[in-house]
């Protein structure tokens, strides 16, 4: 695997979203791509191929949250809560659909991977 880094587009909100939860979990692997960011101050991360991994498993592991704190999402449940479905489409179409996107677009190698 190459350490080569790739400077990388990414909107500055989610560049936000992703060092607020690094920071606030204590993701040791990525907190030296966030160490000097200030927020909405950049729109480009310089990653290397692992750094780009690693988002794909931040992403990941914030949808799996979404699933057991937001499970009454199915309109024909009985337990259906609108609330419910509306965190969970801001966490599956905010930090997991757009790191997926920018990071594939940027490690296409990484879009092979299940």
Do not use: C, W
Not at 30 to 54: K, V
Not at 68 to 92: G, K
């Amino acid at each position: 695997m190459s350490m080569k880094k790739k400077q990388v587009l990414l909107p500055a909100e989610l560049i936000d979203m992703l060092s607020e939860v690094v920071r606030s979990e204590g993701y040791v692997a990525l907190q030296p791509l966030f160490s000097d960011h200030q927020p909405g101050s950049n729109e480009y991360l310089l990653l290397t191929e692992q750094d780009a991994r690693n988002l794909l498993v931040l992403a990941d592991i914030e949808m799996q949250r979404a699933e057991l704190r937001y499970p009454f999402i199915d309109d024909s449940d009985d337990n259906y809560d609108p609330a419910h479905e509306h965190a969970y489409d801001d966490v599956m179409l905010g930090i997991y659909e757009k790191t997926y996107y920018y990071i594939q677009s940027a490690f296409p190698a990484l879009g092979q991977q299940g």
